[in-house]
Every structure is written in structure tokens, then in C-alpha cells.
């Protein structure tokens, strides 16, 4: 192998650095642009995960409410504190108010 003279590789470095510097002039933007939306990208890619968790628990949730009579009826009573006549509730858990 032979080596440059250093004349010679001192012109080829100066040649490299002037085309780096086209090159990111040219397709700096370009590169700048592509990784703020591929940050984006991921981002969206999360919430579209979290938001898709989301519905398929509430339409478990609701296909729930829809079918289990029972289940609609206890949380109607737990939400509500209510009773069907003739029944005595004993709360369970101490009150607020009595503390």
C-alpha cells in the first residue's frame, strides 16, 4: 500500500470536511425533523397502548353491567348504601363522622 503524500491528504481531508458540511446543511433539517417525529411516533404508540387497555376494560365493564344482574345490584347497594325493605344494613367499615 502506498501512502499520500501530505499535501495530497491534506486536500482530501479539507474536501471531506466541505462535503460534511453540505451534507448537513442539505439534509440537516431533514435529519432533525425525523427524529422529532419518530420521538412522536413512539409517544403515540404508548397512549394508543394505554388507551386501548382502557376500552377493552370498559367493555368488559360494560358487557358485565349488561349481563349480571347481580353484579349491577350489589354495586347499586355499595354505591348507594341502599336496602330492599325489611333488611338491615351493618356497616362494616367505621364512618367518617362518628371519629
Known amino acids: 500500500m502506498s501512502r499520500l503524500d501530505p499535501a495530497r491528504a491534506q486536500r482530501l481531508r479539507r474536501w ?12 440537516g433539517p431533514g ?4 427524529a422529532r417525529l419518530s420521538l412522536m411516533q413512539r409517544r403515540l404508540s404508548r397512549e394508543l397502548a394505554r388507551l386501548s387497555a382502557e376500552h377493552e376494560r370498559l367493555t368488559r365493564e360494560r358487557a ?6 347481580a353484579y ?28
Open 16 to 27: 471531506g470536511v466541505w462535503v460534511g458540511l453540505a451534507g448537513l446543511i442539505l439534509f
Open 31 to 34: 435529519l432533525v425533523e425525523l
Open 64 to 69: 358485565r353491567l349488561e349481563g349480571d344482574p
Open 72 to 99: 349491577v345490584e350489589g354495586l347499586i347497594r355499595s354505591t348507594f348504601k341502599l336496602a330492599k325493605p325489611g333488611e338491615y344494613v351493618i356497616p362494616l367499615e367505621p364512618s367518617s363522622s362518628s371519629q
